[in-house]
């Protein structure tokens, strides 16, 4: 077995944390209500009444998708790009035609200026025809090119880039590598200043579109020098650029259709007027790019929710077992009324968080977070769930079940399509661990020297002084609130009383937090099992309150009000049902025990555990060698005319 020789910079987990935490937005400028949430204070002015979108937003939005209806109806074979794990040149040539690169760049530069809410709908539609396809656009334009450069990007940038971006450019996004996922401090993909240009040389991995970009954002380490601060930095590079090689198109369990690749640079020469930012502001780039762009993928999973319940109302009415049709069995109905009730509530949350994103007078990156967490793995359960209902014909392919002459429901390519969702743009553990670092902000800033430490005994003094004062004033604030009085809310209805649940068990949540920053201090952050069901708690909480307040705007202004208070009350009393599990967890648990099995694991304690069987694996390194120098494999990226 052959182990890499490539070496990533070697960085200790300080190191690390110093690194992520220096590329964290520090200030908090505009009110957050998630933020607020997690401090036990239940903003409901923050986000309600509902934020509506301007008439002239609506009209072009409407009217585009309308298009893209059409299109996607007539012009788009989620099926054949299931079969040939590729979306066909016409296809994505159609998309350029529609104007569908540009659904988020200004009208300026020749982009159609869609707000954030109609253009997460327009995935929403592309996704539920073909997830490949909205997965395509999304990278394209949530994360690619156009979203850094709109947010940090010159006006010679802007000016030379977006139109083509627009109109018959795609992009793509390269941070990952082989052997570099969530802990970006160990880069090792390299941009050594020479004149005013840049060297560039090093592997990146699962480059989303990467296989079919024609410009890139490549996030490199500039070494420290005489003229140069250095550190991680983001670069415009043209795919077709001397040095380039798509080395590999990477296959997948789903997503078939999806371009991603392993990238080589050696020896790319990227003038410095390609660089988006100052040396050393690729990460915070990156991390503020996916505020607002992490909002694609829930909205792709509120997609699939539809679906998941479309298909189970058509199925389950019409398969019949002992004498009714499965519906009506208790055991099948509770998951249809799930999948209802959800569905619901993802297209509340992202609808929310978009609509809060287009207004901009909320801070939204824990909102964001959240809905990305929340849609991934909720849309993951309705989608298993779908395949429950469906049976072995939920198991069973769409190509399959059209050979022997039924309904080509492709229930477990869904499954299969939805499982990255939990993995892409940040993991469900590494979400937990984002969310709650930006929930306990507050505490950190009061009282972080006191539990640091590296910090004197005197800055340590300082921090208690601040701390006292903070905790004298938030704590008495806990104990009661709107929650307990009946009355509260009482404009909601039969749904108030979920919002003074929200109400009282935010407090909780922030009594919960406080007491365990108490117990744990500086080991908190280790306690990754406890910070994911804090963050879980709030998810739900965020999204009853999302629930809430749509079914209200759509008592108000749709002939749906009854249907949508409903579907609330069910989703807030399953909510609730699971928040109730989580707060008992935060303290009986196996946390400890679970600790003592893994360090027994690591030291070999249960092999014998192992034996009986085959490992069908290879013998190949875990992590394959990415050693800089010219690619020797053949370059199978691919150009859409």
């Known amino acids: 077995m052959s182990a890499p020789t490539q070496r990533q910079p070697k960085v200790s987990e300080r190191e690390a944390r110093q690194v992520a935490e220096a590329a964290r937005q520090q200030d908090w400028h505009k009110p957050s209500f998630a933020k ?46 299931e079969r040939e794990a590729r979306i066909p040149d016409e296809t994505v040539t159609g998309l350029k035609e529609l104007g569908a690169l540009g659904m988020k760049i200004d009208p300026k530069y020749g982009g159609l200026g869609l707000t954030q809410l109609y253009y997460n709908r327009a995935l929403a539609l592309v996704g539920s025809v073909s997830p490949a396809l909205g997965a395509l656009l999304s990278a394209h334009q949530s994360i690619g090119v156009p979203q850094p450069l709109k947010l940090f990007g010159t006006q010679e940038q802007k000016d030379a880039f977006l139109p083509r971006l627009a109109r018959d450019s795609l992009s793509a996004f390269l941070l990952t590598e082989p052997d570099v996922g969530s802990d970006p401090a160990r880069l090792a993909t390299t941009a050594v200043p020479e004149g005013d240009e840049y060297v560039l040389d090093g592997v990146k991995l699962w480059t989303t579109n990467g296989v079919v970009a024609d410009l890139l954002v490549v996030m490199a380490r500039v070494p420290a020098s005489e003229g140069h601060k250095g550190g991680i930095t983001a670069f415009v590079v043209e795919a077709d650029a001397p040095g380039v090689t798509v080395e590999h198109r990477n296959a997948f369990m789903g997503l078939r259709g999806l371009e991603n690749g392993v990238t080589r640079f050696h020896r790319v020469r990227v003038p410095a007027a390609h660089r988006i930012g100052p040396e050393g502001a690729g990460l915070k780039i990156a991390l503020t790019t996916l505020n607002t762009g992490r909002l694609s993928l829930p909205a792709a999973c509120a997609g699939a929710g539809k679906w998941c319940l479309k298909i189970a109302r058509e199925w389950a009415a019409e398969r019949e077992q002992w004498g009714k049709p499965v519906a009506r069995h208790e055991a099948v109905g509770t998951k249809i009324s799930f999948l209802a009730a959800t569905a619901f ?35 993951w359960l309705m989608a298993d769930e779908l395949v429950q209902i469906r049976g072995g014909r939920g198991y069973e392919t769409a190509d399959s079940l059209a050979a022997r002459g039924e309904r080509a429901v492709p229930a477990e390519q869904l499954l299969r399509d939805l499982r990255i969702n939990r993995i892409f743009e940040g993991s469900t553990e590494i979400m937990h661990l984002l969310i709650a670092r930006e929930a306990v902000d507050a505490h950190l800033a009061v ?66 937090t406080f007491y365990a920053m108490s117990r744990w201090q500086g080991k908190m952050e280790l306690k990754q099992a406890f910070l994911g069901r804090i963050v879980d708690i709030g998810a739900e909480l965020f999204a009853m309150s999302a629930v809430c307040v749509r079914a209200e705007l759509l008592r108000t202004t749709t002939d749906h009000g009854r249907e949508a208070h409903q579907l609330a009350d069910a989703f807030c009393r399953q909510s609730r049902l699971r928040v109730d599990e989580l707060f008992g967890r935060l303290w009986a648990n196996t946390d400890d025990l679970d600790r003592k099995v893994v360090d027994g694991v690591l030291a070999g304690s249960y092999t014998w555990l192992e034996e009986g069987i085959l490992d069908p694996s290879d013998d190949g390194p875990w992590i394959a060698d990415t050693t800089p120098g010219p690619s020797t494999e053949e370059n199978v990226h691919r150009k859409i005319p």
């Not at 309600?48 to 209806?69: I, S, T, W, Y």
């Not at 929310?352 to 964001?368: C, F, G, K, P």
């Open 36 to 81: 607020e949430l997690f401090l036990g204070r239940f903003r409901l002015d923050l986000i309600h009444p509902h934020p509506l979108p301007a008439d002239e937003d609506v009209r072009r939005g409407e009217a585009f998708l309308a298009k893209l209806r059409e299109f996607c109806a007539t012009r788009v074979d989620g099926a054949r790009i």
């Open 345 to 379: 509530a993802l297209e509340a949350v992202v609808d929310l968080a978009s609509q809060m994103a287009d207004e901009d007078r909320n801070d939204i990156r824990i909102e964001a977070a959240l809905a990305k967490l929340y849609g991934s793995e909720m849309s």
């Open 447 to 512: 009282a972080g020297d006191i539990i640091d430490p590296d910090k004197a005994l005197a800055d340590k003094a300082k921090a208690g002084a601040r701390a006292g004062g903070f905790y004298a004033r938030w704590l008495p604030k806990l104990v009661a609130g709107q929650g307990q009085l009946p009355g509260a809310y009482g404009e909601f209805g039969e749904l108030a009383t979920h919002l003074r649940f929200v109400e009282r068990t935010s407090r909780k949540l922030a009594r919960s």
